[in-house]
């Protein structure tokens, strides 16, 4: 199975950057890495996905270790609306199912 | 932009009871997958349908079955419901664009209770 490695929790103050570390030290050369994240009471939400170049979209970047052992989901400002459960997920060969693990559940304050 | 629609979003059983969940996937989308979250628990996947073919298998009892119909909305049938099915039950649903870059969309969920 799909193996990835994510600190249980994390803290953040609002109106600052947020570093989310993934182990997948285990990944192999064609999985993806996808990055969702879960919501109080809501279903889960796609966030950034990449294979080896960082990746930027409006919602968070992903920084790609160059030997690909490990990622980091960025959210350049936090807000209280960020406060949810980030999955950090490998894709694993032509399977396309989501295999979720414990996620880090980011807490933000004021 | 539509969104999944899962239905009912409630639902409250009785043990050996059956119970049917309904998912709607977005217009276009060819894929629907079914998740299920306990309490305190991460999403686990049960069954994935592809073009109306079941296309992957998870950890889903055998009382539980599910199909893909011809308008792409698919549906879980749960039958001698247990009180550990009580659970949050997530559709999803994607256009396929390659297994691994594939990206899914979730709905709001159906909270079953069995009681």
């Known amino acids: 199975d799909a193996k990835t490695t994510q600190p249980n929790s994390m803290e953040s103050n609002e109106e600052e950057p947020v570093h989310l570390p993934c182990n997948h030290s285990t990944i192999s050369g064609t999985d993806y890495i996808h990055w969702y994240r879960q919501l109080p009471s809501q279903g889960p939400e796609y966030v950034i996905h990449?294979?080896?170049s960082n990746v930027n979209n409006r919602m968070a970047s992903l920084a790609i270790a160059e030997d690909r052992k490990s990622s980091t989901l960025i959210l350049h400002r936090a807000t209280l609306r960020d406060a949810a459960v980030y999955y950090c997920i490998r894709s694993s060969g032509t399977a396309s199912k989501l295999t979720f693990g414990t996620g880090t559940r980011l807490q933000v304050t004021l | 932009a539509a969104g999944v629609i899962q239905s009912p979003r409630h639902l409250i059983k009785e043990k050996r009871e059956t119970a049917t969940l309904k998912c709607y996937p977005i217009?276009?989308?060819?894929?629907v997958y079914w998740y299920q979250q306990g309490p305190g628990q991460d999403p686990q996947f049960l069954i994935s349908?592809?073009?109306?073919?079941?296309?992957d298998k998870g950890s889903i009892p055998d009382r539980f079955s599910a199909q893909q119909f011809s308008d792409y909305h698919s549906e879980l049938n749960m039958s001698s419901l247990e009180l550990g099915d009580s659970a949050l039950y997530f559709c999803?649903?994607?256009?396929?664009?390659?297994?691994?870059?594939?990206?899914?969309?979730f709905g709001a969920g159906t909270r079953l209770s069995v009681l």
């Open positions: 217009p276009r989308h060819d894929t």
């Open positions: 349908f592809y073009e109306k073919m079941q296309s």
């Open positions: 990449g294979l080896t």
């Open positions: 999803a649903s994607s256009l396929f664009a390659g297994a691994a870059k594939n990206i899914q969309y």
